[in-house]
């Protein structure tokens, strides 16, 4: 099972509001990523880093910005909040540094925008 | 253009009952491809992996198979549960020193068992 945890699960919230969305992983994995998912839809990259102090924006643009302070934490912001990023949002760490590494998710963030 | 994709986008079946699900890829170079399973409102878990020089892996009541050659891949559920009501989503990785050594996503096809 996988060591690593999002919240909130359920977030609404209304237009214009600051919010963050936390996770954090006890694996030790250097590399974290921020995915966007809509229902019934594809996984799309928003953010993703290789290690503390290292933060690069995926192939969606995303007006959301993230942070990598410490291995473990991997908390994604929205200054301003508009009904266009309700969405899910999912984290995740890879087990190790090829390519073969195995993506570990968490349960997923699901952000309602009034 | 790497691309995956899948079909069926979407598939109904009885409980006890066997299907297959198609992965098909234009990612070059290839690396690997993994099949994920992902319950509603939860995040993917992963199936089992496959390597070039693979070509058929079982994970209990899964088989995925892969020709590197034709580029398709198929994950085959024997004996279908209630429980193998799920997205399924095929991702091919690559080498390309991209952001995750150019992992690409399937669109993923939905099953659901029927009693």
């Known amino acids: 099972e996988a060591d690593i945890y999002q919240t909130p699960r359920y977030l609404v919230i209304g237009t214009g509001k600051k919010i963050t969305l936390e996770c954090s992983q006890t694996m030790g994995h250097d590399k974290m990523y921020w995915y966007q998912q809509d229902p019934g839809m594809e996984l799309h990259l928003i953010h993703y880093?290789?290690?503390?102090?290292?933060?690069e924006k995926g192939d969606l643009s995303s007006e959301s910005t993230v942070s990598r302070i410490r291995t473990e934490h991997f908390p994604l912001t929205l200054e301003s909040a508009r009904p266009s990023h309700t969405s899910q949002y999912l984290c995740?760490?890879?087990?190790?540094?090829?390519?073969?590494?195995?993506?570990?998710f968490g349960e997923g963030s699901r952000l309602t925008v009034l | 253009k790497n691309q995956v994709e899948q079909s069926p986008q979407s598939l109904i079946i009885l409980e006890g009952k066997n299907c297959t699900l198609q992965c098909n890829y234009t990612v070059s170079p290839f690396s690997n491809l993994r099949w994920y399973k992902q319950d509603t409102g939860r995040g993917p878990v992963s199936l089992t992996i496959m390597t070039f020089s693979e070509n058929t892996k079982s994970n209990g009541r899964y088989t995925a198979t892969l020709d590197a050659d034709t580029k398709q891949s198929s994950l085959h559920i024997t004996a279908s549960q209630l429980s193998d009501s799920a997205s399924y989503i095929c991702?091919?990785?690559?080498?390309?020193?991209?952001?995750?050594?150019?992992?690409?996503f399937g669109k993923g096809t939905k099953l659901s068992v029927k009693p």
């Open positions: 995740a760490s890879v087990r190790d540094s090829g390519n073969t590494g195995e993506l570990f």
């Open positions: 880093s290789y290690g503390v102090n290292s933060t």
């Open positions: 991702v091919v990785s690559g080498y390309n020193g991209g952001s995750q050594g150019n992992l690409i």
